[in-house]
């Protein structure tokens, strides 16, 4: 099996960003796995398991990105990465759940708490404010793993812990 790095980049968000970072990439001989991207504000971060070619180390990786002119600025990290890069059964998405409304203190930790107690995993995790002229609201997407047996018992969790606070719940199934 090829070694395999996780790589970080967190910096200014600014056009162009994954384009640098995925031809860079691909110009060395990286073939990407898991890869996320966001934008974070006026900041962004790029997060990618990426399997490394003979001969490439982390270390080349990561001096290789800090080449970049669009970098300029950000923080970049390639680390040998010591777990299995592919997922187990817990690590498929069965779900997608999404929260909106008003701005709740504490909806992730209680959410969070909602699916360790019905043994399920978060596989993906987005919470964002909207601007105003999107409405304000809060919105928070969950992809997760919930087991068979726990998927009537979590999702009504889930559900009434929404309703009780005002919020709009959505559930979707399937995979990625």
Same mark, same amino acid.
């Given at each position: 099996m090829?070694? @395999?790095?996780l790589?970080?980049?967190?910096?200014?968000?600014?056009?162009?960003?994954?384009?640098?970072?995925?031809?860079?990439?691909?110009?060395?001989?990286?073939?990407?796995?898991?890869?996320t991207?966001?934008?974070?504000?006026?900041?962004?971060?790029?997060?990618?398991?990426?399997?490394?070619?003979?001969?490439?180390?982390?270390d080349?990786?990561e001096a290789?990105?800090r080449?970049?002119?669009?970098?300029?600025?950000?923080?970049i990290?390639?680390?040998?990465?010591a777990?299995?890069?592919?997922?187990?059964?817990?690590?498929?998405i069965?779900?997608?759940?999404?929260?909106?409304?008003?701005?709740?203190l504490?909806?992730?930790a209680?959410?969070?708490?909602?699916?360790?107690?019905?043994d399920?995993?978060?596989?993906?995790?987005?919470?964002?404010?909207?601007?105003s002229?999107?409405?304000?609201l809060?919105?928070?997407?969950?992809? @997760?793993f919930i087991?068979?047996?726990?998927v009537?018992?979590?999702?009504?969790?889930?559900?009434?812990t929404?309703?009780?606070?005002?919020?709009?719940?959505?559930v979707?199934?399937?995979t990625?």
């Amino acid at each position: 099996m090829a070694s @395999v790095a996780l790589v970080s980049v967190l910096g200014p968000d600014r056009v162009g960003l994954v384009a640098a970072i995925a031809e860079h990439l691909f110009d060395v001989g990286v073939n990407l796995r898991d890869t996320t991207f966001s934008a974070l504000g006026s900041g962004a971060e790029f997060v990618a398991l990426c399997e490394l070619p003979a001969g490439l180390e982390a270390d080349d990786i990561e001096a290789g990105l800090r080449q970049l002119p669009d970098l300029a600025g950000a923080e970049i990290r390639a680390i040998p990465y010591a777990f299995d890069p592919s997922p187990g059964p817990a690590g498929s998405i069965t779900h997608r759940i999404t929260i909106s409304g008003g701005d709740q203190l504490g909806l992730v930790a209680r959410l969070a708490e909602v699916f360790k107690q019905y043994d399920s995993n978060i596989v993906r995790l987005e919470a964002r404010k909207l601007g105003s002229a999107e409405g304000g609201l809060y919105v928070t997407r969950f992809a @997760v793993f919930i087991p068979e047996s726990q998927v009537n018992l979590c999702l009504a969790t889930v559900s009434n812990t929404a309703g009780a606070l005002g919020l709009d719940c959505e559930v979707e199934a399937g995979t990625l």
